[in-house]
């Protein structure tokens, strides 16, 4: 839903992937241009709004997201939130 046209997460993605979505912990990545640390950021975009549904609606007033090219980029493969 968040990654179209993906079928699986690469390498790093995947090493990293249960930091970045199923925790709070703080990470730093650092790989190459194209390495993928973009998805990564938006794994942390959606558990950030994960952790701010409630009954089915996001509270937007609860949250920030400050890496605001990736959110607008979230908001186009998700449409208006």
């Given at each position: 839903m968040?990654?179209?046209g993906m079928k699986r997460l690469n390498r790093i993605q995947s090493i990293v992937f249960d930091a970045a979505y199923n925790t709070n912990e703080n990470l730093l990545i650092?790989?190459?241009t194209g390495a993928g640390k973009t998805n990564i950021a938006m794994l942390t975009i959606l558990r950030e709004i994960k952790q701010n549904i409630e009954a089915?609606?996001?509270k937007k007033d609860k949250f920030k997201v400050s890496f605001l090219l990736q959110f607008t980029l979230l908001a186009k493969n998700f449409g208006r939130f």
């Amino acid at each position: 839903m968040g990654f179209q046209g993906m079928k699986r997460l690469n390498r790093i993605q995947s090493i990293v992937f249960d930091a970045a979505y199923n925790t709070n912990e703080n990470l730093l990545i650092s790989a190459p241009t194209g390495a993928g640390k973009t998805n990564i950021a938006m794994l942390t975009i959606l558990r950030e709004i994960k952790q701010n549904i409630e009954a089915g609606v996001i509270k937007k007033d609860k949250f920030k997201v400050s890496f605001l090219l990736q959110f607008t980029l979230l908001a186009k493969n998700f449409g208006r939130f």
